[in-house]
Every structure is written in C-alpha cells, then in structure tokens.
C-alpha cells in the first residue's frame, strides 16, 4: 500500500492523488495519442497496398489477437516482472517496431505480410503495457477504492480524448504527407511515455509460487475471476457489452447511411457523439453516480442504460434522436467501465492483479467477434434495424441476471474481507 494513503487512511484525513500519478496519467495519455494515430495509420496503409476488404480486415484482426492468444500468460508475466519496468519496456518495444516500420517503408518492404506482423507485434506492447498499468495502479494508489474511481476516470477520459479524438485525426493528416510519416511520430511519442514511466516510483514485485510455470499461473488467475461471483458478475457485463456492441458495429455504418439517411460527415459525428458521452462518463459521472447510489446501484443502472439506449437508438429515425441515444450510451458505458475497474483493483490482491486483469480483458474482448457475425447476419436475415432490438434484448437480460452478482451488499462484503497480498 502507498505509504501516503496508508498514513492518511489511519489519520481520517481523505486521501489525496500522490504526485507521481500526473506522470502516470501524462504517460498514458501519450501512450494513447499513439495507439490512436497508429490505429487510424495501419488500415491507411493497408489500403494503400491492397483493395481487398479481407486484407484490410485482417489488419484490424491483427491488433486485437493478442489479447485473445496471449493474453492470460502475459497477465501471468506480468504478475511476475517489475510492473514499472514491463511498462517502459513496452513502450520502448512499441516504438522500436514504429522505427523498424520506418525504415522498411524507406527501402520499399513494407507490404501486406510485414504490415499484419507489425499491427500484431504492436498489440503485444499494448497488451502488455495495459495489463501492467491496471496492476500498478492500485500500488500506487494503495488500493483506496474512490483513488482508484478518481484515477481511472481520469485515465479513460484521456484515453477517449487522446486515442478516440485527437489520435486518428493525427494520424491520418501525418499519413497524407508521408505514408510512414505517423509511425515515426508515433514512435517518438511512444518514447516519451517511457521517459514518464521511468521516474515512477517502484512498486514491489509480487511473490510467487516456486517451481510453479507460467501457465499454471494464468490458470489461477482465470479461475479466481471464474470463482468469484462478483469478479465473474464484472468480467460478465462487458463480455456480453462486447457482444451486443460488437452486433451494433457491424452495421453502424450501413443503418447510419441507410436508415438514418447520414453523410460520410455524419457518420463521423455519430461516432464523436459516443466519444463525447464517453468522456463525460468517465470524468463526470462516474463519481457523483457511485456516492449517490453505491458502486453495485450504479452499475446496475448504468447496464439498463445501455440496453435501453441501444433500444431508443434501433428504433430511431431521427439522427438527432439517435446521436443523443449514442451519446447516452457511451456515457453509461464509460462509467460502468470506470467503476468496474476501479472496484477490481480495490478487491483483488496484488499478486494477482496482472492475472485477474488479463482474465478479465479476455473474457471481456472473447465476445466480440462472435457479435459482428450476429449482427451482419441479423441485419442481412431481418433489416437493419434488427441487430439492436437483439443487442438491447441481450444487454437487459444480462442486466437481470448480473444484478445479484454486483449489488451493493455483494461489494460491500468483498471489500471488507479483501486480502492485500
């Protein structure tokens, strides 16, 4: 536990955000202007290369793979390395790659193949450095759940600004002047969120079992969270968020064209609406929310939201109307984010937080491939507008059964007989 938090929690006196936090927080809003404007240059440059919808598919596939083929042993590693380190380590490793891509670019050898590996090689980094970042967190921050609240919501609102905002505007204009002109800027900016990183202060290194290998690590971290009704009841909700969701962005496009009768230019703004409500989610209402209802209230809350934003915005045919149903949802799904984060890291002790966070991210991420399909074959079977009566329908049952599973008694208890090993 912070030694700061730890004497301001026996004085009374309500904890403060140490200082190293704002290096962490300007860290990770770099690290996140990367991933943006590289998230925007891949598929740029993949199209430049090939017109084939299944190449660039596969690009996007690429960058998320690792979280579902690697995931659970790198939160076993995690687990295992000096968090700080892991972290600095990936963002060098990302803008090594960002560098080496440069210079392929140069001589020419930048095609399809090496672009796949690149876009997969980076999500390690990112995964690793993700993975690392939730279990340095509570160390830092002692574990104090409204800490934990305030520094995530934080963290998510510089993300969305950063990765969702100002990320993919950056890399597209830096990619228009010169097609490796992003990497390079990405990898400078990778640099120096590893610069950050390095004046942290060190947190200790988790003890492990000896003799015990990598894998059986990442066994016991994915059965605690299987095990424990409130970690399943958090890791539950986004995986079934990421299957309506997935079933919804399937066809955003098409329903927003089609259906709601938008522009390439209101497209764009549908999407800043969500990016909007996000924002405000994660750094507005998070907090008041959970004071005045409890974490397991608002979470609660924040899921029948979702379902029934979702609902309002199938439904729709004003794209006004469905702006401002995105834009809700966004923000409800942004809160529920910050919330369930924050009580994870308050709850799961130390030793397994690089574990829990990788199982959770997996079962979380599992989904929603298995929801694009849905919602592609809904839409083609049933109209467009089908995919979000289901994801609605799908968000709200998940809402009831989950209920019990994250209720404020349920937080309440895990809380008061959390371990801190």
Known sequence: MSVMVRVLRRSGAAPKM??????????????????????????????????DPVVISLVSVAMVLPHLVVGLVAGALVDRWDRRRTMWVADLWQALLLALAVVAGAVGALGIPALLALAFLLGVGELFFD???????????????????????????ASTAAGQFAGPPVGSFLFSLARTMPFLVDAVSFVASALLIRTLPPAPVPERVEGRGVWADAREGFGYVVRDRLLLGLALRPAVGNLAFGAVGAVLVLFAQDTLGLSAVGYGFLLAADAVGGLLGAMVVAGPLEKLLGTGTALTLTAVVEGASILVFGLAGNPWLAGAMFALCGCAMATTMVLGWSLRQAIVPGRLMGRVAAASRLVALSAGPLGALLGG????????????????????????????????ATVKAALESRVDG
């Open 18 to 51: 140490p200082p190293a936090f704002a290096r962490l927080w300007g860290a990770a809003t770099v690290s996140a202007l990367g991933d943006g404007a590289y998230a925007a240059a891949l598929p740029l440059f993949a199209v430049a290369l090939s017109k």
């Open 377 to 408: 074959w809904l839409a083609s079977a049933a109209g467009l507008r089908t995919p979000y009566f289901a994801a609605a329908a799908v968000l709200l049952t998940m809402t009831v059964v989950t209920m019990s599973m994250t209720s404020n």
């Open 131 to 157: 993975v690392a970042s939730q279990a340095y967190l509570p160390d830092l921050l002692g574990r104090d759940q409204t800490l934990l609240r305030r520094a995530n919501g934080r963290l998510r609102g």
